[in-house]
């Protein structure tokens, strides 16, 4: 487990593609439970209801599970979908990791109308780590999807977008998904 952790920070890091993980099904399997228990924790810190957090587990799942599958297959790579699948939760979960510590610690200065200097520096990680996010998510669609750098970017932003707007549309309360 910790070489296949090894081989997602790479990924994460620009230095493999998807193609360079290992096909393993069990593996997907596992980064998926854990995506979605960071989110559903995430969540329920936050004090969102269960039905909230049930819509934003089905919608994380639909879109990641839905999108991958459905475009690998409409472009005849299905073979490809259990190591790509592998990446975009894996780089989710590692991004989620870097994320999640950094919205906490800028989450209850959201409503002050001046906030501290000293979050200044957190705030800038935070926006770094969701271009390099988007940046990462945009090689993983380029190399497995095997399309043009600028219909990967388009790919991930219709991605990003869909998501936010579904989860706002099915849980109005709800902060977008942590990347």
Known sequence: MVALLRQVLQVCLLRRGPQDLPWSPPAVMVFTA????????????NGMPPSALAARALVSLAIV????????????????????????????VMFALV??????????????????????????????????KLRVSAAIWRQSLEIPVSAAYLLTLALLLSEALLLFALVPTAVPAAP
Request: cysteine-free; charged content about 5%.
């Open 65 to 92: 599970y839905g999108a991958t599958l459905g475009l690998l297959q409409l472009r005849g790579m299905a073979n490809r979908a259990s190591q790509t699948l592998l990446a975009v939760v894996g780089t989710e």
């Open 34 to 45: 854990v995506l979605l228990a960071l989110q559903v924790a995430f969540a329920a810190f």
């Open 99 to 132: 994320t999640m510590p950094l919205l906490l610690m800028v989450q209850p200065h959201l409503e002050n109308d001046n906030p501290p200097a000293s979050l200044l520096p957190v705030m800038l990680a935070a926006v770094f780590a969701f271009f390099w």
